[in-house]
């Protein structure tokens, strides 16, 4: 199986619960110098609300990287409601007018990728991923012949737990839902048209089955009308009472405040230079073969401060704290699994929280 690639944007969003995130990170990242991930640059972004002294965000991925470049220089240079509109959040008549009065101010790298990129920036940045053109897609052609747009806006209605799990069970819970969610999550369409082939290369078992069971969770258990993720793949985009941390009316000025505090680096996570204090590590470890993944973890914690926390979710491929480092960091399921219980991005089959001993 070939590699996967990284020369083109995989995602314009990011589909990890920035809420619980920064909640295990905040006591090691507060005034610490903390790791990310880039992907979109949303959670690099959210991290900011945790006040660190820097926020170092890697990456393989240079389109990701302009991804999160953009969102900075946005950021810095648009007030909040035309924000929104920029990234395409809210309507906005002239995405491209916005963009020739920002484009100088990036690097010569995002500057370029984005030029070439005219419909993307046209269309709003965060619906430009091939991730989002799937969840689209399933949006667009396999939703409706489930599912009346009348009977997808009562589900994202406020309610109790007790009448979503109604709802669920007798309105919304179909075979032909089970039928089609299966196919349309199963691993060989998600491998083509939405993440890519060679990230299921360590997974076993049926892909399509346990998505489903996450998914009844996320719309019975959690609250879903203020859930960023769900309104998203339903509706095409955010609500003002479901917006993902970053976007936040709360976030944006305290991001605004520090985006100084941000570098880009298009490296290998444990490649990125100095020491840190807390890791969003994203879900790289379930792409990896076991003794990669070791590997890869021991070096991230050669670079760890004394009580610094990894952050980081299995999606399909069981991957935790290996235990030949168990004298050197402690699971911290006592922050990580009540955390997972409230994770909005419910895909995800594991949250972990680690501490590095001190």
Not at 193 to 202: C, E, K, Y
Not at 282 to 300: G, Q, R, W
Not at 331 to 338: G, N, T
Request: charged content about 25%.
């Amino acid at each position: 199986m070939s590699a996967a690639r990284f020369d083109f944007l995989r995602y314009s969003a990011v589909w990890e619960d920035a809420d619980i995130l920064c909640d295990a990170l905040a006591p090691a990242a507060r005034g610490g110098r903390v790791l990310s991930i880039a992907s979109s640059g949303d959670n690099a972004l959210a991290l900011l609300t945790c006040d660190p002294a820097e926020v170092i965000t890697a990456d393989l991925s240079a389109p990701q990287l302009a991804s999160t470049e953009m969102r900075i220089v946005a950021w810095r240079h648009l007030d909040r409601a035309a924000l929104l509109g920029f990234l395409g959040v809210t309507a906005l008549p002239d995405r491209l007018a916005v963009y020739r009065g920002l484009r100088m101010e990036l690097s010569p790298d995002a500057r370029a990728y984005w030029d070439e990129e005219e419909d993307a920036v046209a269309g709003g940045i965060i619906h430009a991923g091939k991730f989002e053109r799937y969840l689209r897609a399933f949006r667009r052609f396999v939703l409706p012949l489930v599912h009346s747009r009348q009977t997808i806006e009562r589900l994202l209605a406020e309610r109790s737990r007790e009448e979503r799990e109604r709802f669920y069970a007798e309105e919304w819970d179909t075979a032909r839902w089970r039928l089609v969610f299966r196919l349309f999550f199963s691993r060989a369409a998600m491998g083509r048209l939405g993440r890519d082939p060679q990230f299921f290369a360590h997974v076993e078992g049926a892909v399509g089955d346990r998505i489903l069971a996450r998914t009844r969770h996320a719309l019975t258990t959690l609250p879903i009308h203020h859930n960023p993720y769900a309104t998203y793949i339903m509706t095409g985009s955010y609500a003002d009472g479901a917006l993902p941390l970053y976007l936040r009316a709360e976030s944006w000025q305290p991001i605004r405040d520090r985006l100084d505090r941000v570098r880009l680096l298009q490296v290998p996570v444990q490649d990125a230079p100095g020491a840190f204090d807390a890791y969003n590590l994203s879900d790289i470890f379930e792409y990896m073969a076991p003794a990669l993944h070791e590997a890869t973890y021991a070096a991230l914690v050669e670079k760890a401060r004394p009580g610094a926390r990894l952050a980081y979710w299995n999606m399909l491929a069981p991957r935790s704290m290996p235990e030949s480092l168990a004298p050197r960091v402690r699971q911290r399921r006592d922050i990580a699994d009540p955390l997972f219980e409230r994770d909005n991005a419910w895909f995800y089959s594991a949250f972990h929280v680690d501490e590095v001993a001190t």
